[in-house]
């Protein structure tokens, strides 16, 4: 009799490359779901040897923009709905009428440009507890759409440019020509009864 016949082996370095292979494909076609979130970039930390001031902030100079648990929107004291928002933002940030009831414009000078009226309003934001993140996001997105709108504006104005085609150095005259002043204070829950 001759030499029991021997079964041939599977070469395992050939299924570990398949198996990379296929873990590879499935990261490649597969969907990760993006996560909301709101970009925002938080204050330089004063240095500690700075005084703080109590800075008073004229009423008139002040937006107050609220969210309820409803979810329903009042800007100014006035409900409204979401696709409101950003119109009456920019009217109150320009006020284009010099109405009393609007915020002052100060002359500044912004290095680089030069004299400017720039608006002293500030948008102060404050939700509810109760309030839906969804809203809460589409608010924010409206505030933001308000303040870049009112850039492109006076950017095409002084520049012929939209903001984003400006250079780094034109940018920064725009953001200090149009600042960003929201202002969100802590949520609310207006829901607990007080005793």
């Not at 100060?106 to 030069?114: A, D, L, N, R």
């Not at 920064?172 to 960003?180: G, L, S």
């Amino acid at each position: 009799m001759g030499a029991p016949k021997k079964t041939p082996e599977v070469s395992g370095g050939s299924m570990a490359d398949i198996s990379f292979l296929m873990l590879i494909f499935f990261l490649m076609v597969s969907t990760m779901d993006k996560e909301e979130g709101i970009s925002r970039r938080l204050p330089v930390m004063p240095p500690p040897d700075m005084k703080v001031e109590d800075q008073k902030v004229n009423r008139r100079n002040i937006i107050q923009v609220k969210v309820n648990a409803q979810d329903r929107l009042y800007a100014g004291n006035e409900i409204m709905d979401i696709t409101q928002l950003k119109d009456k933002i920019k009217e109150f940030m320009t006020n284009p009428q010099n109405d009393p009831n609007l915020p002052d414009k100060e002359m500044t000078f912004i290095e680089g440009y030069g004299d400017c009226l720039v608006s002293k309003g500030v948008i102060s934001l404050q939700n509810d507890r109760g309030t839906s993140y969804s809203k809460y996001i589409e608010v924010q997105n409206e505030l933001i759409r308000a303040i870049n709108e009112l850039r492109d504006e006076w950017s095409m104005a002084n520049y012929g440019k939209k903001y984003t085609r400006l250079n780094e150095e034109q940018q920064a005259i725009v953001r200090k020509a149009v600042p960003q002043s929201i202002s969100e204070a802590e949520p609310k829950d207006v829901t607990k009864r007080r005793r």
